[in-house]
């Protein structure tokens, strides 16, 4: 049985002190990911805390590479993503994008 699975992943580096902005801004969201075709599952993911920042991922787990990309073309993506330039004062440097093929 082939494994076709997709994990997006967005990697941001919040400046120390403004983590729970950061985190009440993804609670409080509308994603519009409920009916987009192929998509699983999302979690917010916290990581190490550094001098000046805390690690944070979005990660997403879709059917295929194809329904990401699909769903980064649409109307709801845009939606989703309406207010991001709105919090530029959090985040210390550009969101890192990674995409993976699921293999086992």
Known sequence: ???KLYIAMN???I???EEEIFENIWKNRETHLDNVPGFKKFNLIKG???DEY???ASHSTWESENDFINWTKSESFREAHKDAGNHKGLYLGHPEFEGFKVIL
Request: glycine letters at 6%; a positive charge; proline letters at 0%.
């Open 48 to 50: 190490k805390i550094e």
């Open 15 to 17: 400046i120390n002190g």
């Open 1 to 3: 049985m082939e494994i």
């Open 11 to 13: 990697r941001f580096k």
């Open 54 to 56: 805390t690690i944070y």
